[in-house]
């Protein structure tokens, strides 16, 4: 069994920054590859970032729509994952969610993620 917990959201202006963190726990956190995803108010939840566990690389992918703005990140040490988001947007609103995979390059589905937080909301404001 593996325990996220996010933090890190709040009410921004846009064009400002915020970084989510998600801790983990119950597994070897550097086995596991971990992911970020997010949902907006009556919209299907969407994926954002993934980071594979050293052991596959500790590759990194993004949503077309952060590409230049987020950054994934891990810190194992930590049983950590960050999410670094800048030059924000309103329509970067949502909840977001932490999510670990117990394998490589899960992909964007959120089926393939079996874990979950519960989610740290971010606002932007115009």
């Known amino acids: 069994q593996v325990r996220l917990v996010e933090s890190g959201g709040g009410l921004v202006q846009a064009g400002s920054f915020l970084r989510l963190s998600c801790a983990a726990s119950g597994r070897l956190f550097s086995s596991l590859t971990m992911g970020w995803f997010r949902q907006a108010p009556g919209k299907e939840r969407e994926f954002v970032a993934t980071i594979n566990f050293n052991g596959a690389g500790g590759s990194t992918y993004y949503a077309d729509f952060v590409k230049g703005r987020f950054i994934i990140s891990r810190d194992n040490a930590k049983d950590t994952v960050y999410l670094q988001m800048d030059s924000l947007k309103p329509e970067d609103t949502a909840v977001y969610y932490c999510?670990?995979?117990?394998?490589?390059?899960?992909?964007?589905?959120?089926?393939?993620?079996?874990?979950w937080g519960q989610g740290t909301q971010v606002s932007v404001s115009p």
């Open positions: 999510a670990a995979a117990l394998f490589a390059s899960p992909g964007t589905s959120v089926r393939e993620y079996g874990y």
